[in-house]
């Protein structure tokens, strides 16, 4: 069964700081991996989608990779602003869709 | 405006009482899923359907029911042989060959 993990369970930083969410899964026979943004109380908003054969996408600041053969994916945000304030979940695509628990993220004005 | 809409937004129920919450789809979306969320802990699945008139048990299944009359709607019930029905409940949808889940806004249910 997947399982996937993601570190830091929490992360604050100042505004402007770039910085990095990891993903971790356990199997890597994926389909694809997507990257969600949740705030408070509400639903998931899809941020980015990397098929099994890309090694990467990019949405603006936000940019995602993808290392299949060891089990990683990351979510770079650049310019850190106190809006990107939110969890941040993956989601794991084999024959369904498994979640990570979370990075609460916490930008400083 | 296409998506998702889960109502209601907040929903409080006594204990023994069973409870239905809503997800309706307008984005043509042929598989419809229901996840469970608590606190610290990822999303996890509790019934899925890919097709009118058929829906999957998820990992979670038990003390929970659904339906699937309509393509756009997929009702979940929460009955009262779920142990800890108390917690955050979203919906989501994606395209029959398509890997990209869609959510709703969520429902928060407290059972007390």
């Known amino acids: 069964k997947q399982e996937v993990t993601q570190i830091p369970a929490a992360l604050s930083v100042p505004e402007g700081e770039n910085l990095v969410l990891n993903c971790s899964f356990t199997d890597s026979a994926i389909y694809n991996l997507q990257w969600f943004r949740q705030d408070p109380g509400k639903g998931l908003t899809s941020l980015l989608l990397i098929q099994s054969s890309q090694r990467e996408q990019t949405s603006g600041r936000l940019n995602a990779s993808l290392d299949k053969s060891s089990g990683r994916s990351t979510l770079y945000i650049a310019a850190s602003q106190p809006g990107d304030s939110a969890t941040y979940l993956c989601g794991v695509n084999n024959n369904d869709m498994r979640f990570g628990a979370g990075t609460r993220l916490t930008v400083k004005p | 405006d296409g998506g998702i809409t889960q109502s209601p937004k907040y929903l409080f129920r006594k204990e023994g009482q069973n409870v239905t919450l809503s997800c309706e789809q307008n984005l043509n979306h042929d598989a419809m899923y229901w996840y469970r969320q608590d606190p610290g802990q990822g999303l996890r699945l509790i019934y899925y359907s890919q097709i009118v008139n058929d829906f999957q048990k998820g990992d979670i299944a038990e003390g929970y029911s659904v339906s699937r009359e309509k393509k756009e709607s997929f009702p979940l019930t929460v009955t009262s042989a779920q142990k800890n029905p108390t917690a955050f409940y979203l919906c989501?949808?994606?395209?029959?060959?398509?890997?990209?889940?869609?959510f709703g806004p969520g429902t928060r249910l407290t059972v007390t």
């Open positions: 989501a949808s994606k395209k029959r060959n398509s890997y990209e889940q869609y």
